[in-house]
């Protein structure tokens, strides 16, 4: 299984970006995905999930209101729509794959992911 994002770059505070990733040699609709950032000198941290139907989905409390994210098993992509950016959200945005045919539990920690991109960088200027 391969993840490949793309979307990131450079926007001013207020602004908004939205991120896509696509899988590769498996079944993405077997999959929940989950969007994690790592800004530098940081732990990677959780952002948002979504179960494998699309119906269900959990997002940090730092980025709830803000941050939306949705899938599209019929193209095997995730996608996270942020808004109204933050400097200190600056940071390498990760996809990632937990298999899990779950609707309604959440994998808001990193170890419950099998599989990573290599991640985009987001960076947000003031």
């Known amino acids: 299984v391969q993840l490949t994002e793309s979307g990131g770059g450079l926007v001013q505070a207020g602004d908004s970006l939205r991120l896509s990733c696509v899988l590769s040699?498996?079944?993405?609709?077997?999959?929940?995905m989950g969007w994690f950032r790592q800004a530098p000198g940081k732990e990677r941290e959780f952002v948002a999930t979504i179960v494998w139907r699309g119906d269900n989905k959990d997002y940090a409390d730092s980025v709830k209101d803000r941050f939306t994210i949705s899938r599209d098993n019929a193209k095997n992509s995730v996608y996270l729509q942020m808004d109204s950016l933050k400097p200190q959200e600056t940071a390498v945005y990760y996809c990632?794959?937990?298999?899990?045919?779950?609707?309604?539990?959440?994998?808001?920690?990193?170890?419950?992911?099998?599989?990573w991109g290599q991640g985009t960088q987001v960076t947000v200027s003031s």
């Open positions: 990632a794959a937990c298999p899990s045919y779950s609707s309604t539990y959440f994998y808001p920690r990193s170890g419950d992911y099998d599989f």
């Open positions: 040699g498996g079944i993405f609709s077997s999959y929940a």
